[in-house]
Nanobody, 116 residues
């Protein structure tokens, strides 16, 4: 069965960096687009970044462009989100996402808190 497991969240000061990881299993990882979403308290879940199956095409929400980088390792079946220049408004639970046969799969999420 499809499994997505995020890690790497934590508490970081404004201007700091974090690298999130999402380990995937249960499907042919290299064949699918992968996404990162986030959900801040009291807000709807929003798309952060998307990466194509072989990593050649990446897309970002406007507020993340230039600060976040999505990447993947198809040998390790892992997708990453490098987050730099973090701001307090980046505080949220970050989720890995796969759309597989018309169904959305989510990990458990990893909390990112940006605060001094």
């Amino acid at each position: 069965q499809v499994q997505l497991v995020e890690s790497g969240g934590g508490l970081v000061q404004p201007g700091g960096s974090l690298r999130l990881s999402c380990a995937a299993s249960g499907f042919t990882f290299s064949a699918y687009v992968m996404n990162w979403y986030r959900q801040a308290p009291g807000k709807e879940r929003e798309l952060v970044a998307t990466i194509s199956s072989f990593g050649g095409d990446t897309r970002y929400a406007d507020s993340m462009k230039g600060r976040f980088t999505i990447s993947r390792d198809n040998v390790r079946s892992t997708v990453y989100l490098q987050m730099n220049s973090l701001k307090p408004e980046d505080t949220a639970v970050y989720y890995c996402n796969l759309r597989y046969y018309g169904k959305d799969y989510w990990g458990q999420g990893t909390q990112v808190t940006v605060s001094s």
